[in-house]
């Protein structure tokens, strides 16, 4: 209700922002095993807990064909059982500690995480310990995780937007490199897996080279060392290769293609190509970069196609950079009356983008946005513990997070659009649309984006 009177000076406009905070970690302590496990610790004791992050050079990225999807379903299995105990006797035991254990296994690696009170931690190392050095995998939950892993991979091939995800990596990357198919495998491969083959695996490539355990919280960093040598010293090493995946190389040049899904009443928009591995030297500027074309809500993809022409609830840029090779990717939905339309915009802005690059004013944002959110993914004692775990996965240097902040705000215009026209590359890009064929090919065809290929899924 309004009450008549004039509103104050200065109420009529939303405030300035202020000036960015300052943000300090603690230092990082790196120790390393005789057996070659790395130790990184950080103190923080504003509350009595710590975070636990054991990584292990285990990733899907150098598993050879035939076998896709093992790395994971290895990781999925830790929590089944051990040599010593039960699945349920390991569940109670956790219980009893007031923790949980979080298995998460990438192209790069496998994680094994948990947090604790700090008075606990020795009991939860030790159990640790014995779920990734003595796992079992009982046959009954081997099978019941290849049941679910075969009925994910059935719910993506419905699921559009996981479909055109899955679809889009098909056609950016050639027959036989990793990246092309889905981290969980196929059906023929998870199929095929057995716990034989299961423990196998685990006991070739499970150890303590390339790995390390991270260590954050209300913790003395001896003591973090002398744990680490308790229970993991003994470790023996695994296999000691590391696949070359150089080979990591793109398909072709830039190309349509339609994946016919009949009677969608939507349209599932990707653009992407093959991008730079983590740590490459044009890193920062390239995330300034992202931000301004799609990877902030401000940004251009999202103010032409959401807030100009309507196209669609919202539209994000994504860079995935791992450690031999990464990718970029644009991804929107769409009615399907509109398909053409939005894909050609969707191209438009990103082909002037590259050409012309960011202004100023538009990497001040970016910079002053990824800057300000930092410290809201480093708040917690399992935050900063993945985020020093990344450090082990891509070798990256121990200050990489403490200088974070500095080096994005030391991105200027010019070096966001060295980055874009470096590393973005929307004359190679593969244009794929999950869609309606009888509805959207003929428009499709008429865009101008290139010879329109239409297949099954």
Excluded at 123 to 139: C, I, K, W, Y
Excluded at 253 to 270: F, I, M, T
Aim: a negative charge; charged letters at 30%; hydrophobic letters at 40%.
């Amino acid at each position: 209700m309004s009450t008549g009177q004039p509103i104050p000076s200065g109420r009529g406009s939303p405030p300035s922002p202020s000036a960015i905070r300052p943000f300090h970690l603690p230092p990082v302590r790196s120790d390393r095993l005789g057996n070659g496990l790395a130790v990184r610790s950080m103190a923080r004791t504003e509350v009595p807990l710590v975070s636990i992050a054991l990584v292990l050079d285990v990733g899907e990225a150098p598993v050879p064909a035939g076998r896709e999807g093992i790395a994971v379903f290895a990781g999925d299995g830790l929590q089944g059982g051990t040599a010593r105990r039960s699945g349920v006797e390991l569940a109670e035991g956790l219980e009893r500690l007031g923790s949980d254990l979080r298995v998460a296994t990438g192209w790069d690696a496998t994680t094994v995480a948990f947090t604790c009170l700090a008075e606990r931690l020795d009991e939860m190392l030790a159990l640790l310990s014995e779920v990734v050095r003595e796992p079992a995998f009982p046959q009954d939950e081997v099978e019941r995780i290849r049941r679910q892993r075969l009925a994910d991979l059935h719910r993506r091939r419905m699921e559009p937007a996981r479909l055109a995800d899955d679809e889009l990596l098909r056609e950016m990357v050639p027959d036989g490199q990793p990246y092309g198919r889905p981290l969980l495998g196929t059906p023929a491969s998870v199929e095929s897996l057995d716990a034989e083959g299961v423990r196998a695996f685990v006991e070739e490539r499970y150890g303590p080279v390339r790995g390390g355990l991270v260590a954050v919280g209300d913790l003395s960093e001896e003591r973090v060392a002398d744990l680490a040598a308790r229970h993991f010293g003994e470790w023996g090493k695994q296999a000691n290769d590391r696949a070359d995946l150089s080979r990591h190389r793109e398909s072709g040049g830039r190309k349509l293609v339609l994946v016919n899904r009949p009677g969608a009443v939507q349209s599932e928009l990707r653009v992407g190509h093959l991008g730079p591995p983590r740590g490459t030297s044009q890193e920062d500027a390239l995330r300034v970069a992202n931000s301004i074309l799609g990877g902030a809500f401000t940004s251009r993809l999202n103010l032409r196609l959401r807030e100009e022409r309507g196209f669609t609830y919202g539209v994000r840029s994504r860079l995935s950079l791992r450690r031999d090779g990464g990718t970029f990717t644009i991804g929107t939905s769409v009615d399907t009356g509109v398909t053409a339309e939005a894909l050609a915009e969707t191209m438009e802005v990103f082909d002037r983008f590259v050409q012309s690059g960011p202004s100023e004013e538009e990497v001040t944002q970016a910079r002053d946005y990824l800057a300000g959110v930092f410290p809201l993914r480093m708040e917690t004692t399992a935050q900063l513990a993945a985020r020093l775990a990344e450090l082990l996965v891509f070798d990256l240097p121990d200050d990489h997070h403490h200088t974070y902040r500095d080096r994005i705000r030391g991105v200027d215009a010019e070096a966001a659009g060295e980055a874009a026209a470096a590393h973005l590359r929307p004359d190679r890009a593969v244009m794929l649309v999950v869609g309606d064929a009888e509805r959207v090919a003929g428009e499709l065809e008429q865009a101008g984006l290139g010879e329109l290929k239409v297949r099954d899924p």
